[in-house]
């Protein structure tokens, strides 16, 4: 009887070791919708550092210790607000404490500095997206103009919901704006405002492994060439 409570507790231990890493050090997520499209994939196993910005209490996802705030283009991971229901969502970073922010006909300015949206005739990136949207829905741009921020956006061919739309954000302090790369399929900080810093729990830099549905197949399809690949900021 002693030996199988000795074994128990080595195995309790053994799982609140592994607990205890993932709250504050390192955790995995899996991108459920596409709003991050097409930097992330419906399906995508990405990892996220919680020490990116400091030291987080275990299993209370609370910093405790900061050495570092998110940058502009960091990926990263946070408990949604009250109308997201507070779920664990991932978005990226676009306003910094004190920057203003503008899109105007779906074009970002921040702080008087306009992005450089370049039309994409390559589209091999949009092929096995996950979901049931079609890529010929959308238009490809690569996105530029700003510190560590160049990455690839979608928007919509037609019924675009930033077309002919001028918004306006000035970020307050300790607050951030987070949008989704998916510019028309996003529920994000231009609707349900800013987000607290110490709300966010870390920072997503890598694909561990990516799955996508597989028609008339009850197993997952792997998409390969996503398998332990560096996350673009």
Known sequence: MNK??????????????IFAFRSSVLNWYVIPSGSLLPTLKIGDHVVVNKLSYGIMLPFMETRIFSWAQPQRGDIVVFEGPESENQLTLIKRVVGLPGDKVTFT?????????????????DRSILENMGGTESADSYDLYSESGFSNFSHYILKRKWNSVTDSQTQTWVVPDKKLLLVGDNRDNSADGRFWGFMDQNRIYGRAFLISYSTYDKKDSLLPGFRSDRWFKEIQN
């Open 105 to 121: 006909n779906g074009i970002l300015t921040i702080n008087g500095v306009l992005a450089n949206q370049v039309l994409q005739t």
């Open 4 to 17: 199988f409570f000795n074994e128990l507790r080595s195995i309790l231990l053994i799982i609140a070791a």
